[in-house]
């Protein structure tokens, strides 16, 4: 999709979704090797993290399902004519 100044493609989607996961992954083991120093807020705000991750996971998984379901019925509509 293109619009002016603006370029989003599924490889940048998908390397800047892998850029959180791993910035998440050097929190979380930063985290567990400080623990006696670790407060309540800390994990509060990694779960919070965590779950903005996963939501972002999910959507990305809901666009490829409706782009492969908008390619299979494209492909039974034409096997009809």
Avoid at 22 to 49: E, H, M, R
Avoid at 54 to 76: L, M
Wanted: proline fraction near 2%; include cysteine; charge should be positive.
């Amino acid at each position: 999709m293109k619009m002016p100044g603006l370029t989003l493609s599924f490889s940048s989607l998908i390397s800047q979704y892998k850029k959180l996961q791993s910035q998440l992954v050097g929190q979380v083991k930063n985290l567990s090797k400080n623990l006696c120093t670790a407060t309540p807020g800390s994990f509060i705000l990694l779960q919070f993290q965590m779950s903005q991750i996963t939501q972002i996971g999910e959507s990305i998984s809901n666009v490829i399902a409706q782009v492969n379901s908008v390619i299979n019925h494209a492909v039974q509509s034409q096997r009809t004519q």
